[in-house]
């Protein structure tokens, strides 16, 4: 199995990531879920991870609460999207049983990375401060890292019209990573937007008698209401990433130097893609272009009906 870490802040998308990478079709080992300020604030992201957890079967996966803020920036939530748990819609139980870990999710990925070959992949779902902090502050992890699998940015904006959301919510932070040197590959919106659960996938998700398909029917209804108005159905932005970790071929990628912009009056929080090559400078991301979607509905059909 791969070993994967997901630092995260769940979010309905995120728990369709946790939900896959826990399921049958996945050939990854959950190392740890690290959750961060984001969607909404982390407390409540973090009693997410853990009820997503216990729906999962992740009885013993580590879960660890992260940063509370960006790294400059302020905060900036996106419960008008989520809702104010953060997981609006769902029926799973609000208080969970499982407990997260005591130590910091910055001390877990530290620790976790030190301990390995240096064969832990990290699906970053959500913004990218508890990443940048564990960089600050343990350099030696850097190399350490297998892959960086990242939803985030784009060409395009879904939170301003240079921004998307987890880059826009702590540019500094991504800026920290995008100049890492970890082999990152780029899932932004460009190719997010390319899986929506459309009615047709709604009838075919309905279909499936498990309780893990159920939860994510009643995810989905709520979550679409945000997508609702320019989109044929809600996008699944954090599965992209998860997807990938089990079947790369899937999509279709190109490699290009992808900059943050920290200082842009109007563009503050864009991922600059430089499709074309401009720059002298040296590739750092494989940028996800195109989902085989039909493909994508496929597997994670096939994960809501067999979990582990
Ligand atoms: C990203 O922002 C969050 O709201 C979602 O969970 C996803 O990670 C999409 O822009
Ligand atoms: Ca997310």
Not at 86 to 113: F, M, N, Y
Request: proline share 5%; glycine share 8%.
């Amino acid at each position: 199995d791969k070993r994967v870490m997901i630092d995260c802040d769940p979010g309905h998308d995120d728990a369709m990531a946790i939900l896959l990478a826990a399921s049958n079709v996945s050939n990854l080992s959950i190392e740890a879920i690290t959750t961060v300020a984001g969607n909404v604030g982390v407390d409540k992201n973090t009693i997410n991870a853990l009820r997503v957890c216990e729906l999962a079967g992740l009885d013993d996966t580590l879960v660890a609460k992260g940063a509370d803020r960006p790294l400059v920036r302020d905060s900036l939530e996106a419960a008008h999207v989520h809702g104010d748990s953060g997981l609006d819609g769902t029926s799973l139980p609000e208080s969970p049983v499982k407990q997260a870990d005591g130590a910091h999710a910055v001390d877990i990925l530290i620790d976790k990375l030190m301990a390995s070959e240096g064969d832990i992949s990290i699906a970053a779902i959500g913004p990218l401060t508890n990443i940048a902090l564990a960089m600050r502050k343990k350099p030696e992890i850097i190399p350490r890292i297998n892959e960086i699998t990242m939803m985030g940015g784009g060409t395009y904006g879904n939170r301003t019209p240079a921004a998307e959301f987890n880059i826009y919510a702590d540019a500094e932070a991504a800026k920290v990573v995008f100049e890492s040197g970890v082999p990152m590959t780029m899932f932004g919106l460009d190719v997010t937007h390319q899986v929506l659960a459309t009615d047709e996938r709604m009838k075919q998700l309905a279909a499936i008698n498990t309780p893990e398909a159920a939860a994510v029917t009643d995810m989905l209804r709520f979550y679409s209401g945000a997508y609702k108005e320019k989109f044929s159905g809600a996008a699944l932005h954090d599965p992209c990433p998860v997807a990938y970790l089990i079947e790369p071929a899937m999509f279709q990628l190109e490699k290009v130097r992808a900059d943050v912009e920290i200082k842009g009056e109007f563009t503050y929080g864009m991922t600059v893609i430089d499709a074309e090559g401009q720059s002298s400078r040296t590739p750092n991301v494989q940028f996800a272009r195109e989902i085989d979607s039909n493909r994508f509905w496929q597997l994670f059909l096939q994960a809501l009906s067999e979990m582990r």
